[in-house]
Structures are given as C-alpha cells and as structure tokens.
C-alpha cells in the first residue's frame, strides 16, 4: 500500500532568549490564564472543569499548547503558534489570539441579547393584545375588535409617508386598547379616519385661471370680499412664482361663517380633489 513517509525531528521549546526574565514569562502565563477565564465564562461550549485542569500546568509551553488546542482558530493561525519555539513569542501570539476571540463572544452575546429582548417584548405584545381581544369578547365587543383589522389595512393601503403611517399606527395601537364604545375611541377612530382618506398617493394638476377661481368664490359665497380677495391674492402669488413655499392660508372663525365651504370652492376653483 502506498504511504507517506517523513523525518521527524523534535525541536527543544526555547525557554529564554537574550532579554528575556522569568518574571515576563510568568507575567504573560498570568495574564494567558486570566483571558482564557474570561473566554470559558463566555463561550459555553466549554465545560468550568478545563480551567481547573489547565491552572495545574506549571510548565509555561505546555499551557499554550493546551490552552490554543480549545481555541477555534484557523488551521493558519495554529501552525503560526505550532512554529513558535520560543516560549514567550507562543504566550504573546495566544494572548493576542484570545483577545480576538473573547471580543468576537462579546459581540455574540451582544447580538443574542438584543434578539432575545425583542423576541420577549413580540411574545409580550402578542399575550397581552390576546387578552384584550378576550376581554372585548367577554364584553360583546368582539364585532367591533373586528373592525381593527380592516382599519389596519386601510392604513397599508392608504400608501401614507412613513411619518403619517407612524402615526396612523400609534393611533391603531391606542385604538386596540380602548372600548371601542368609549368617547375616546371614537376621537381616535375618526383621526385615523382621515388619514387614511387622504390621497397621499393622487395628484391633480393645478388650474392657474384667477377669473375662474374668482368667480368660483363669488358663486358661492355672500360677501367675505376680504377673505375672498386674500385667497386671489394667494392664488396669483402662486402663479407668478411657481416653487413658492408660501406660508399656509389659515381661516379662522366660529362654526357656521363658511370655513369649510371656503375650503371647498378653492379646491373647485383649483382642480383640486
């Protein structure tokens, strides 16, 4: 059968070289020892036993062999400890090599504790917007929960900015949690109402005929001259200088002076829906 062969010949660990004390070898054994304890606590995969076992080794090149022989390190990364005879050169590499892999069980555990987090706060939103829809349906509310469903989609359809969909959804999440027969709910159901009525997503194309829009304003409505000649004001202004942001017309009165049908006859007078 064929085989491989080889010469083997052992090489003597080097203990010391010129300028090199027992004191910096003990030194680094140490601080070896402390990182490897560090790298145990955090990487469950091995068992607290081996550091009893490895604090027991006095001899300094046989403890980062041992201690490198637990590590998961790149076969590269192996053979460069493997290569070094010298003794402190070996602590200082493994020393290094620990470091690199105690930061990267650091940011595991990191990563882990931020998913474990959101998973607990999903499983607790989840129970608790549970025993709510069991309260509604112990109250004969459940017709009404129902209906959250459908506003829900009407907030993913409606294609809202993400500013205006933040806020439609912190509304619905309020929604979930109220009577839907309280005063409150019907505030808040209303708001969302209009937001999801809103065209975000049409355009009309702006009609610029200051004849029409003044003839528009006078159909409709009885006096007002001031008003009526501040919005034909605004409308020429508009007009002139196309990307103008113009401060936005504010009409202010008690209910019932024509707000809202002043609203209304711009938006005819404009082409607008």
């Given at each position: 059968?064929?085989?491989?062969t080889?010469?083997?010949?052992p090489v003597?660990?080097?203990?010391?070289v010129?300028?090199?004390k027992g004191?910096e070898?003990?030194?680094?054994?140490?601080a070896?020892?402390?990182?490897?304890?560090h790298y145990v606590k955090?990487?469950?995969?091995i068992?607290?036993?081996?550091l009893?076992?490895?604090?027991?080794?006095?001899?300094?090149?046989?403890l980062?062999d041992t201690i490198?022989?637990?590590?998961?390190?790149?076969?590269d990364?192996?053979?460069v400890?493997?290569?070094?005879a010298n003794v402190k050169?070996?602590?200082?590499?493994l020393?290094e090599?620990?470091?690199?892999?105690?930061?990267?069980?650091?940011v595991?555990k990191?990563?882990r504790g931020r998913?474990?987090?959101q998973m607990?706060?999903n499983?607790?939103?989840?129970?608790?917007n549970e025993q709510?829809?069991?309260?509604?349906?112990?109250?004969?509310e459940?017709e009404?929960g129902?209906?959250?469903?459908?506003?829900?989609?009407?907030i993913?359809?409606a294609?809202?900015?993400?500013?205006?969909?933040?806020?439609?959804?912190?509304?619905?999440?309020?929604?979930?949690l109220?009577s839907?027969?309280?005063a409150?709910?019907t505030?808040?159901?209303?708001y969302?109402?209009?937001?999801?009525?809103?065209?975000?997503?049409k355009?009309?194309?702006i009609?610029?005929?200051?004849g029409?829009?003044?003839?528009v304003?006078?159909?409709?409505h009885y006096?007002l001259?001031?008003v009526?000649?501040?919005i034909?004001?605004?409308l020429?202004?508009?007009?002139?200088?196309?990307?103008?942001?113009?401060?936005?017309?504010?009409?202010?009165?008690?209910p019932?002076v024509?707000k809202?049908?002043?609203?209304?006859?711009?938006?005819k007078?404009?082409?607008?829906k």
């Amino acid at each position: 059968e064929q085989h491989f062969t080889a010469k083997v010949m052992p090489v003597e660990p080097v203990a010391a070289v010129a300028g090199d004390k027992g004191s910096e070898i003990e030194a680094l054994r140490r601080a070896v020892m402390q990182q490897f304890d560090h790298y145990v606590k955090l990487n469950k995969k091995i068992p607290p036993e081996i550091l009893t076992s490895i604090s027991s080794i006095d001899d300094a090149g046989r403890l980062a062999d041992t201690i490198a022989a637990h590590l998961p390190l790149k076969l590269d990364a192996k053979q460069v400890i493997l290569d070094l005879a010298n003794v402190k050169a070996r602590l200082e590499n493994l020393y290094e090599q620990l470091e690199r892999e105690v930061d990267i069980l650091n940011v595991d555990k990191k990563i882990r504790g931020r998913v474990k987090r959101q998973m607990e706060k999903n499983q607790r939103d989840f129970y608790l917007n549970e025993q709510v829809k069991a309260i509604q349906k112990e109250l004969g509310e459940g017709e009404e929960g129902a209906d959250i469903d459908e506003i829900e989609k009407r907030i993913k359809a409606a294609k809202m900015p993400q500013e205006a969909r933040k806020k439609a959804e912190s509304e619905l999440k309020k929604l979930k949690l109220m009577s839907p027969m309280s005063a409150e709910a019907t505030v808040v159901r209303s708001y969302i109402d209009v937001l999801t009525g809103l065209p975000w997503s049409k355009k009309t194309k702006i009609k610029h005929d200051l004849g029409n829009a003044e003839n528009v304003l006078n159909e409709d409505h009885y006096g007002l001259e001031k008003v009526k000649d501040r919005i034909v004001e605004y409308l020429a202004v508009q007009q002139r200088v196309d990307k103008l942001k113009a401060p936005i017309l504010c009409l202010v009165g008690p209910p019932g002076v024509g707000k809202t049908s002043l609203g209304k006859s711009i938006a005819k007078a404009t082409g607008r829906k």
